[in-house]
């Protein structure tokens, strides 16, 4: 059993960067980043690969979103900067024991969620 809590959300222009944080109580073998806007189905925005630091990103999202994991605080990080006001959403961290971290059927385990609000 993995416990995940957010923190980190918030409302910020256009342009602007937040930084997002979720504490694990585990050491899962993967973590990432979701998030769900409204009226749209969930995706992926970030995953790593907690052994080898390995990490993966939604194509749109590259160059914008750091994934990071601080291993000694079992905490992992999503820098988000120059948001723009599609990247509102709610943003769920997640977690999952297993080989496979880049798709999101392996997590099973999952935050409460955290709300990115990007005004223009």
């Known amino acids: 059993q993995v416990q995940l809590v957010e923190s980190g959300g918030g409302s910020v222009q256009a342009g602007g960067s937040l930084r997002l944080s979720c504490a694990a109580s585990?050491?899962?073998?993967?973590m990432g980043w979701f998030r769900q806007a409204q009226g749209k189905e969930r995706e992926r925005v970030a995953v790593?690969?907690?052994?080898?630091?390995?990490?993966h990103y939604a194509d749109s999202l590259k160059g914008r979103f750091t994934i990071s994991r601080d291993n000694a605080k079992n905490t992992l990080y999503l820098q988000m900067d120059n948001l723009k006001p599609e990247d509102t959403a709610m943003y769920y961290c997640?977690?999952?024991?297993?080989?496979?971290?880049?798709?999101?059927?392996?997590?099973?385990?999952w935050g409460q969620g955290t709300q990115v609000t990007v005004s223009s």
């Open positions: 790593i690969y907690s052994g080898s630091g390995s990490t």
């Open positions: 997640a977690a999952a024991y297993g080989a496979f971290c880049d798709s999101s059927a392996t997590y099973i385990y």
């Open positions: 585990g050491f899962p073998d993967c």
